[in-house]
């Protein structure tokens, strides 16, 4: 009955997460239905999660597979419906493909015009008058460089370098290598869902291997919010968070072969692994220092050396242009100025802002590298990449991905309110929201870390759980379970 009442409630988050695909949210007119389905993706999730509590422990590895399978499919029935990420991904894996460095041109240049398909440059349309429109949902009008014709893109911002790193772009011509160029949005879409179910049984055998409770890896495979971000609009976030948590697992890992006489190799694995999630997308090195905390030298010269070898090749043939279009990206997302902070320019206001903003992150990477076990990096791992996203407040909600392994491997659950608040900061994105959420996920965080240490009736562990336990990791969502097995 257990069993069957968690399955009933994957059930209903597999239809919602179907519904919540097929409902477009591109324009304002569309947000507010889009954001009461994302909300009941959310309740159903956390109901999901409270069934399986319940559930013996000898079934929670087939369910907790079988609902990642389910909700992810799910996410498949629709194409992107929050961002045009994943049409850039897919355009800089067919000019790789057809043998062009995707750092070479932007995707407007007249360079390019023979590789350009339907699907991700429609014809605009021609009015009597002469007026040129592109009306298609997702598509946008722009002009080709340097002839100055009429152009609709799917693409954002086409007139602009890719902002990706290598073993993103890597991954681009990878996925587009096997299928057509008229291949829409599907192929990185079942991309995603299979990096998302490689990372459920990541997360499943590493927790196995630990001793700890194999039913937390349901906060990253049930999770609405990954089968949004990472299947339905693709998001090369996925892959990185994959590529970190190995590298995490990697680091402390039991292996015999990583540790077979005197050499002890897992320094060099995590780093190779930490160096491919870096040059994925720059945002996992901010979970590294808690990984350097033994061996901190050999992993990190491993990191570093395969970021530049990854490199090598797209330097070779793009120079300095590898560099894309970060610092526009940066500027243009408000972090120059200081508009971006939305927690700290309640306190400090304008270019200050981002000074302090980033003595906090420094503040927080030195802590995180100072009180990390080396044994469970995750505890201070999940800490540093929150309380980042807190101080950085990203525009887009899908930064948060990077965050969810690691609420399930510390089980500091309250950090799940961060996607939540970023999904509402994006749907109804003005300063106010921005800051009655980050400071509501503030006060969650804040709360439930006060509570932990003074409120309950026993003395907190280290991993959250509670003094006289049977193993640290047996508590919360294994107490009931371990016990009506």
């Excluded at 159903?44 to 992810?72: I, K, T």
């Excluded at 491997?409 to 106010?432: H, I, N, T, Y």
Aim: hydrophobic residues 50%; glycine residues 10%.
């Amino acid at each position: 009955m257990r069993t069957a009442l968690s399955a009933v409630a994957v059930a209903a988050l597999t239809v919602v997460t179907a519904v919540t695909t097929r409902t477009p949210g591109f324009t304002p007119s569309h947000r507010p239905v889009l954001a009461w389905w994302l909300a009941a993706g959310w309740v159903l999730f956390g109901l999901a999660l409270l069934a399986l509590r319940r559930v013996p422990e000898r079934r929670v590895v087939p369910l907790v597979l079988a609902g990642s399978l389910a909700v992810g499919v799910a996410a498949l029935v629709g194409p992107p419906n929050m961002s045009t990420d994943s049409a850039r991904y897919a355009w800089d894996g067919i000019v790789q493909d057809a043998g062009t460095s995707p750092y070479a041109y932007v995707p407007a240049d007249d360079h390019l015009a023979g590789l350009r398909t339907d699907w991700l440059f429609p014809a605009p349309d021609v009015a009597a008058d002469g007026t040129v429109t592109c009306d298609e949902l997702r598509v946008q009008p722009t002009t080709t460089v340097p002839s100055g014709a009429p152009l609709c893109t799917a693409l954002n911002r086409p007139q602009v370098p890719t902002i990706y790193p290598p073993v993103a772009e890597a991954y681009f011509a990878a996925v587009r290598a096997p299928v057509p160029s008229g291949a829409e949005y599907w192929p990185l879409q079942v991309s995603g869902l299979l990096v998302g179910l490689g990372l459920t049984g990541a997360l499943l055998v590493g927790m196995r291997r630990r001793g700890m409770a194999a039913r937390w890896a349901a906060v990253w495979g049930w999770c609405p919010f990954v089968a949004e971000e990472v299947v339905t609009n693709s998001h090369v976030d996925g892959l990185g968070t994959l590529l970190l948590v190995l590298a995490t697992l990697a680091a402390t890992s039991d292996l015999a072969w990583l540790r077979r006489g005197a050499t002890d190799r897992r320094p060099l694995v995590a780093g190779v692994l930490l160096g491919l999630a870096t040059a994925t997308k720059v945002i996992p090195a901010l979970a590294a220092p808690p990984l350097l905390r033994r061996h901190g030298w050999r992993t990190a010269a491993a990191a570093v050396v395969t970021v530049a070898l990854v490199y090598v090749p797209y330097v070779a043939v793009s120079g300095t242009g590898v560099l894309g279009y970060l610092s526009g990206y940066l500027d243009e997302e408000g972090y120059d100025s200081g508009a971006r902070f939305a927690l700290v320019t309640l306190v400090v206001p304008g270019t200050a802002a981002t000074v302090v903003a980033l003595l906090l992150v420094a503040a927080l990477a030195v802590w995180s590298w100072w009180r990390a076990d080396p044994d469970r990096p995750w505890l201070t791992q999940v800490v540093l990449i929150g309380g980042t996203l807190l101080v950085v407040r990203p525009a887009t909600a899908w930064y948060a991905v990077l965050l969810l392994p690691f609420v399930a491997l510390s089980r500091r659950w309250e950090w799940l309110a961060l996607p939540v608040g970023l999904q509402a900061s994006q749907m109804f994105g003005d300063g106010v929201v921005e800051r009655w959420a980050m400071g509501a996920c503030l006060a969650v965080v804040v709360g439930a870390a006060a509570w932990r240490r003074w409120g309950s009736g026993d003395a907190p562990d280290p991993d959250g759980g509670v003094a006289g336990s049977a193993h640290p990791h047996d508590t919360d969502l294994t107490s009931t379970a371990r016990s009506t097995a």
